[in-house]
């Protein structure tokens, strides 16, 4: 038995009923990885193997403390981790060293999972491609020449090339929803607040981005997310707990689905992607949804501007410090420099502007969803690129004016917090993945995953293994 191959759940069942040890877990894990990472760069900062061994070990003996008892785990490479190497890809942090954990791996740990080391991402998550001057470049596992995306694509590479059975992934641009449509696995974009955020800084005023989880299975996906959106007092905008896991099985027959498309063709789209975003609609109409296909509902340039704004005026609050000395300066990428450049120079006035717009897309929002139960665009407007290239410049012969602009599909879910469920699409003519994002009211998660099971059941896409190394 190949326990590569089988999901967090299955893993953690076996384990709970003692048929497989954790330390057998732990090897298995190890000697992929060091078959198969230094082809793609997913996994970084791996920690001492025979370090991990004894740690599985002695799990072997204990009790479970959780789900997650004994399972290998890699944490995305924004997060601080308690004694293993925490860059975020920038040159500054190359030696950083925490001696606490961020909130999310030490949920993480207290599930029993084995922190083994972290994934991949763009220099503090900038940017929907996984390269920074630390720890180099992820490829994509089913053609290491191209993209894994980002700035989850480290732990969507990860997932696919099975060098961990789940992972978390953070999404503030499309950065769980793009990685997962480039590498053929499941990402979820919860509710802004279900998952709670470390109580630093600011707490009220930036709400565009969440982490969440990233799996093979929709399963994986809510059982994870139980751990991850544990209510947190120090947090305003926490929500609720629910048992996203319970009840997953249920009948979709009769849902009312609606497909944005490339929203009238203000989003334009590499040849055959929206093709092949239109079998997913194909499977869900099988399942006996009701598709309908939507215009714009909104300007998609009013949406842009709110974003640009509110994004850059958030990344500003978070790296003005190290714009501010001249010697960290030096060490930002231009487009860290770029937004926090925009940043500082957006007035109060700006920002109320941009909030506005936001407040105007959500209402119009709620009323689409008087229609429908769920909403579908694209993951991305690309299929996944050369490595070499930092962001795509043109699609289809229109010329992006940023470094981002290339993934303005997913912004309209951004924007407003909504959840969203990213699903495998299947592959196109060069056998490359691509995936559709599943959106609906804030609230919705429970729903949309039960959605995504289906349409997982239906499908498996995952299941489609890279080619072997």
Request: proline share 9%.
């Amino acid at each position: 038995m190949d326990l590569t191959e089988l999901s967090a759940s299955e893993l953690s069942r076996l384990i709970h009923t003692r048929a497989v040890a954790p330390s057998e877990v732990m090897a298995a894990f190890l000697a992929r990885i060091e078959r198969v990472n230094p082809a793609i760069n997913a996994v970084v900062a791996l920690r001492d193997p025979d370090v991990l061994m004894a740690e599985a070990k002695a799990l072997d003996r204990a009790e479970p403390a959780g789900w997650l008892h004994g399972i290998p785990f890699a944490i995305k490479d924004l997060q601080r981790v308690a004694g293993v190497l925490s860059s975020s890809g920038h040159p500054g942090l190359a030696t950083f060293v925490p001696r606490a954990d961020d909130m999310l791996p030490r949920r993480i740990r207290a599930a029993g999972a084995v922190i083994v080391g972290k994934t991949n991402v763009p220099e503090f998550g900038l940017g929907s491609h996984s390269y920074n001057p630390v720890h180099g470049v992820t490829g994509n596992p089913y053609d290491p020449s191209r993209s894994a995306g980002g700035s989850s694509g480290g732990a969507a590479a990860a997932l696919a090339a099975r060098l961990v059975p789940v992972a978390d992934g953070s999404d503030m641009m499309g950065s769980l929803r793009n990685p997962a449509a480039f590498c053929n696995v499941y990402g979820f974009r919860p509710t802004f607040g279900l998952v709670p955020a470390d109580p630093e800084g600011d707490t009220f005023l930036h709400q565009l981005a969440t982490d969440g989880p990233m799996a093979r299975t929709v399963e994986d996906l809510a059982r994870l997310l139980e751990i991850l959106s544990v209510p947190e007092a120090s947090d305003p905008h926490s929500r609720p707990w629910e048992p996203f896991s319970a009840a997953l099985d249920v009948d979709v027959n009769g849902l009312r689905i609606g497909w944005l498309g490339d929203w009238g063709g203000a989003y334009p789209t590499e040849v055959g992607l929206l093709d092949l975003c239109g079998s997913a609609l194909v499977t869900l109409s099988n399942l006996g949804c009701q598709v309908e296909a939507v215009p714009p509902p909104f300007p998609a340039e009013r949406i842009w501007e709110s974003w640009i704004t509110l994004r850059s005026w958030s990344v500003a609050a978070g790296l003005s410090p190290l714009y501010a000395d001249p010697r960290s300066r030096a060490q930002l990428k231009p487009e860290a420099i770029w937004e926090i450049e925009r940043g500082l120079s957006i007035s109060a006035t700006d920002i109320h502007r941009a909030s506005v717009i936001r407040s105007q897309w959500y209402a119009t929002l709620a009323r689409l969803f008087d229609r429908f139960d769920a909403l579908v665009l694209p993951s991305a407007q690309v299929w996944p690129f050369a490595k070499e290239q930092t962001w795509p410049r043109a699609i289809a012969g229109r010329e992006m004016d940023t470094y981002h602009r290339w993934m303005e599909v997913v912004i309209p879910v951004s924007l407003v917090g909504l959840p969203a469920i990213a699903v495998p699409a299947g592959f196109g003519e060069q056998g490359l993945p691509m995936g559709v994002q599943i959106f609906g009211p804030k609230g919705a998660d429970r729903r949309l995953l039960r959605l995504g099971q289906a349409y997982h059941r239906a499908t498996d896409w995952p299941s489609r293994r890279p080619p072997q190394p």
